[in-house]
């Protein structure tokens, strides 16, 4: 049967017919829905773990002890998971077949950063799929934990966005697993399984031997096909560029890698032989370029396409007219028909958000803030325009220290989510509590992952697989660690949330303020929507500060300030109460009575 | 049977990644090779969604090349405005007759295009423009969310695709207790369609 599935819940039908017993991660955009569709095959135990390295550690240990394992996160969670992966390549994974997938986010549509992740391949030296459609990311599953258990390996299988988020005809299989087979006693070997220096020394030539072995494997690997056409135009390409590529240069010669690390160098030349021109297409860094290029042969990439950003049809057509590979009639011709400088629509804090209150008060109080990843990275944005740094995944906290060891002379806070929190906070605040700091750490709880898409963590009630899970309570959690200023506030009240802000800045001491409101999707009171008395209000904007989409400005002006009064869309309003506490002449109001 | 670029585009919440999941199985159902491409925002209310849905004899590429869209259902004017150029000349376009504004605008910061400008922009666009009353629709049938199928259903009134084969799909896609609701509001996008075009007068009667 045929059916249309994205990338992602591609990769997880593959996981369940190639018979993936274990899967964990962390959810980051675009990976996220790989493990929510994993969730659905009850065959297959699924986790959202703490974070990336402890989700790759996991999964290290489900393919030591037999079971094939698989691990997804987006590109940047492997840094965090790095550490893991580098002993794994030089242990094997033992056992069974082990893939680790990392979506990229070429464009940046959700990252801090651009990194190709390809390179991860060549560093820690472990073979890599690319799959260019969702027939491939299924196949690529089953084919990678093959390669895995075969050279006794972890193996990458990495996407991008436009892979994981398209969605393309899949043939479906069967799950072929015998799913009631018990999972053996671990093969003991210490001398390959623990890497002290003095046995991991031992490991390293067979590391290095492997991948030779995997470069003559990939030679013959299927996937990596030529598709001989026009000869006197020869591409090298991969991944979903392959398939831009496809469309662009219907009657070139390509040779499709699916397998991008090893590379398949007789493959490669006997191509180039064959072609008068050859060119490499691939979005971001000159991986295969240089891979090419290193072996001596005549080829061009980056001097006609840039490393910067997704490589689009779009772009891959004007720079290849550019360079005389393809005739101008060929493209469509350029439409001047839109509109200049419509309005854009920024991602901002929902009506509702229990974000919002910390952002008003920070904006209000000029603090110097360190921020983090989540959606109150929104608080960086206009109105707000609160935040001052943000990097990685708990860097606030640690960022944060280095501002108080430093001596700045500005008050300052961290400001971290629930979930990043638990992910990557907790080290660096037992690095201040140790090390005698004084920083204030906001924790926003909305109780959720909410950013991308709502999924649970430790400080939530239920697991990824729908059962209870022992939810951990951060108030008891932080003052275990010895903190002795740890304040809970309502982050709808927006009083206490400045009060209590303002009072842990001034402790003398490591201080934590938890910041207690859920988000719109996981809780929400709807109320009948707030009104504005025309009348009363001045125009004096402060309820704009919150930035709430249901605000509105109108074009009503007061007559003594000349100020656009305020008005409140009905549809958008959840009733969340904060614009009628910030509202200095009482001008909103609930329709019914607001106990808050 | 004649390969077709579709766009889909609209704001976050109104279902327009349903719309184009469906659009895709339908293509797929109807003997086309199929592929599809979201770019969604992050997970809060009120960003821009696009879809591009491709069916074909042949496709390779997810993503609709620059200026090759058959057709724009744009669920939102100014979503629908955005896009203008990646149409080709002879395209067509549906819009759902409804503004949302950005908070850029409702905060004052910027001005939603006015009707006339809207107007023009689409029919300087293209040839044929059909301006769909799809949320006064769904709120006639007592649920806004069905809104996405009105849209399919007039849609599905310029494709050669039998109907029965549209009804199965969202048969298949949609909750069983709003299944009668949805096809419901897929005959009723059909049977809209047709008054919808945007003609010489419907233009005159804006600008005045």
Redesign the interface.
Known sequence: M???L?GNEAIARGAYEAGVKVAMGYPG?PSSEILENVARYKETYAEWSVNEKVAMDGVIGAAYAGRRAMVAMKQVGMNVAADSFFYAVYTGVHAAGLLIVTADDPGM??SQNEQDNRHYARFAKMPMLEPA?SQEAKDFVRVGLDISEQFDVPVILRTVM?VS?????VELGERTCDDSAPTPPLKRDPHKLVCTAGWARYRRPIVEARINQLAEFSETFPYNRIEWGRRDLGIITSG?V???A???FPDASFLKLGMTYPFPPRLVRSFAAGVERLIVIEELDPFLEEAVRLMGIAVEGKAIFPAIGEL???VI?QCAAQAGLLPKEA?????????QN??????????G?PHRSTFYVLNKLKYVVAGDIG?YN?GALP?FNATDTMGAMGASVGVAHGFDKAGLPDPFVAVIGDSTFFHAGVAPLLNIVHNNGKSTVLILDNRTT?????QDHPGTTTTLSGEQGQRVDIETFVRAMGIEHVRRVNAFDVKAVEKSVKEAVAFDGPSVVIMDGPCV?IELERVPPFEVDLEKCNGCSLC?RL?C?A???TDKLDARTGR?KAEI?PVLCVGCDMCRQVCPRRAIYAPSPVTA | MKPYNFLVTGVGGQGTVLASDILAAVGLAAGYEVRKSDVLGLAVRGGSVISHVRWGQRVYSPIIPEGRVDVMVAFEYLEGLRWLNQLKPDGTILVNCQRIFPVIVSAGEADYPNSVEIITALRNAVPRVYLVPGLQVAQELGNTRVLNIVMLGALSGLLEVAPEIWVGVIQERVPDKVADLNIQAFWRGRAVLAESALSEKTTMEVAA
């Open positions: 045929r059916v249309m994205t955009t549509f959700s459609d436009r988020h398209s969605s393309s005809p979903v392959y398939t831009y496809r469309e662009i689009l049809p779009a057509e493209m469509a011709a350029r439409r001047d028909v839109g509109p419509l309005p854009p629509r920024s991602p901002v804090l929902c009506p958000c959606c929104l109105p909410a950013m991308t898409g709502h999707f704009f930035g989409p605000i509105i400005r656009p869309d």
